[in-house]
């Protein structure tokens, strides 16, 4: 590789979906106290295409051979299934005002992964001319199965609601990162994953505040969320915060709401593990309008 300059990008590509179906049964007792339990079916299925390039325009090697540009991709298939559960209940402390503990099991995931990598290579030779190499047999590799170990989720909540004209609420939830696990904890790299995890990831703490207004057939609604960093630096993954606006009315047997949220997170993303670790900044803001339309029988 000749000494100066190059110019480097990384694309990501990702598609699929998570998808979960839940199984939920609720009770009362004495009008003042609601427990709830949610059984849930988790599915995975994930693709995503890493592509790297690396390209240089300078001087060519007198004594041999200068790469020009390189490209290498890597296709990374995931798939599986998955299980977790929600354990809830809710308090009538006085007619207005409403307390609730909600526990949020880990979801245990049982996952496979595919892998298709590939290389391309364009070299200029002293004197002139090119040529190309390609390292790309379509080969598939299949690893064996693995379990994934998410975190549990501690929730406490709070509600006063202002009779006819509206409530306002506040919920408060931790969540520990470094219990995150992968196994068979026999396998090594999986041991050295989850220590990794232990040591750089931390417990996180989240508030909700949200409040709504009713008058007459409108309501009207506003929320503010904050979470910590999962990582003990606190620059891997920053904290997030989003705000939220609604607006609804209620037709009778019929109810229409439009909603809008903004949040906003900094990452410092590394392109590879090792070798090119320098990480790039990035302010991540997500935009989100929702329209439902409810329908009562």
Do not use: C
Request: glycine share 10%.
């Amino acid at each position: 590789m000749p000494s100066g300059s190059y110019n480097q990008s990384v694309y990501n590509t990702q598609t699929g979906y998570n998808g979960k179906l839940a199984f939920n049964v609720a009770t009362e007792y004495n009008k003042r106290f609601y427990f709830g339990l949610n059984l849930n079916a988790h599915i995975v299925n994930y693709n995503k295409v890493s592509t790297f390039n690396e390209s240089n325009s300078n001087p060519v090697n007198p004594t041999g051979e200068t790469i020009r540009n390189i490209r290498y991709q890597t296709n990374l298939y995931t798939y599986g299934s998955g299980f977790s559960f929600q354990l809830g209940g809710i308090a009538r402390v006085t007619d207005d005002f409403r307390l609730g503990l909600t526990y949020q099991s880990p979801t245990w995931y049982e996952l496979y992964d595919e892998l298709i990598q590939g290389i391309s290579v364009n070299r200029e030779v002293a004197g002139g001319g090119m040529s190309n190499a390609h390292f790309n047999q379509g080969i598939i590799n299949i690893y064996p199965e693995y379990k994934v170990q998410s975190p549990a989720k501690y929730s406490i909540g709070g509600a006063y609601v202002f009779r006819d004209f509206g409530l306002i609420s506040i919920d408060y939830s931790m969540k520990d990162y470094s219990g995150t696990r992968l196994k068979p904890k026999s396998d090594d790299f999986f041991r050295f994953q989850n220590s990794l995890m232990a040591d750089v990831l931390d417990i996180t703490s989240e508030v909700r505040v949200g409040a709504e207004a009713k008058i007459k057939q409108w309501s009207i609604r506003a929320g503010y969320n904050y979470e910590q960093s999962p990582y003990k630096n606190g620059k891997t993954i920053g904290d997030l915060q989003q705000y939220s606006a609604g607006l609804g009315y209620n037709f009778g047997a019929t109810k229409l709401d439009l909603a809008y949220s903004r949040a906003s997170r900094e990452y410092n993303q590394a392109l590879f593990n090792t070798g090119l670790t320098d990480t790039s900044k990035i302010e991540m803001t997500t935009n989100n309008v929702f329209l439902t339309l409810l329908f009562e029988f």
